[in-house]
């Protein structure tokens, strides 16, 4: 039943060594959309993709990026992680086309950065 | 420009008693509201949307919300608490039409004792 999944549901990483981390749905939707929320706070947007063009927010640092090969599946990847990159990663999906459209969220990764 | 306010970081409740969650918005055109819900470790699930039509709203589980243009409100309520409601609750805006980003609020914690 599970519509936007993501793997790992967990992940711990080193200091600087390089993680991803993986959202596919089964839904079918033009829009992926990257959420980091850090304990106690908002989602804060990351990125998303409309089909395949990206769209980057502005206070986006670079050592995020992230990738679409096909409609099904983004990737997350994080360059050199810091200690501050620890946070939960949210994925989520829209279509577009429909008044008041909403997001549907994964169950997000929970990374930890040691 | 939009943007969201969750008047209370944190509300407690005894269970069986009625649930109030503040939310005001700010939106240079006409909104399209949400509210979220997120248990701890999990996702964000929607509870319920507001876009033109009714402005009483009945979402999932009990809740339901009221869009008051006249003072930019969209609070969230239940008339009998459940301890299964404790959870983060999130307040979030978007344009009414087509596909935007949305705008989330800060959350507000709901405690539930017995």
């Known amino acids: ?114 | 420009a939009q943007s969201v306010t969750q008047l209370d970081s944190h509300v407690s409740v005894s269970e069986g008693t009625p649930v109030l969650l503040r939310c005001n918005y700010s939106s240079s055109y006409s909104p399209s509201l949400f509210w979220y819900v997120q248990h701890p470790n999990k996702g964000l699930q929607l509870l319920l949307k507001y876009t033109s039509a009714a402005t009483l709203v009945k979402g999932i589980n009990g809740f339901e919300a009221e869009f008051k243009k006249s003072e930019t409100s969209f609070h969230l309520t239940k008339p009998s608490a459940h301890m299964s409601d404790a959870a983060e609750y999130f307040c979030v805006v978007s344009p009414q039409a087509g596909y935007s980003t949305l705008t989330f609020g800060k959350g507000t914690m709901l405690l539930v004792s017995p």
């Not at chain 1, 711990?12 to 993986?22: A, C, I, M, N, R």
Request: aromatic share 14%; charged share 15%.
């Open chain 1, 1 to 114: 039943d599970a519509m936007v999944i993501q793997n790992p549901r967990y992940q711990v990483t080193q200091f600087g060594k390089p993680v991803t981390l993986s959202c596919s749905q089964t839904l079918n939707h033009n829009v992926m959309y990257w959420y980091q929320q850090k304990s106690s706070q908002a989602p804060k947007l990351l990125f998303h993709y409309y089909d395949k063009d990206f769209n980057n927010e502005a206070d986006t640092p670079d050592n995020f990026q992230s990738r679409r090969p096909n409609t099904s599946f983004c990737f997350l990847d994080i360059r050199s992680p810091g200690l501050g990159d620890a946070a939960m990663y949210l994925c989520a999906t829209s279509k577009p086309g429909t008044v008041g459209e909403k997001l549907f969220f994964g169950s997000g990764t929970q990374l930890s950065v040691l």
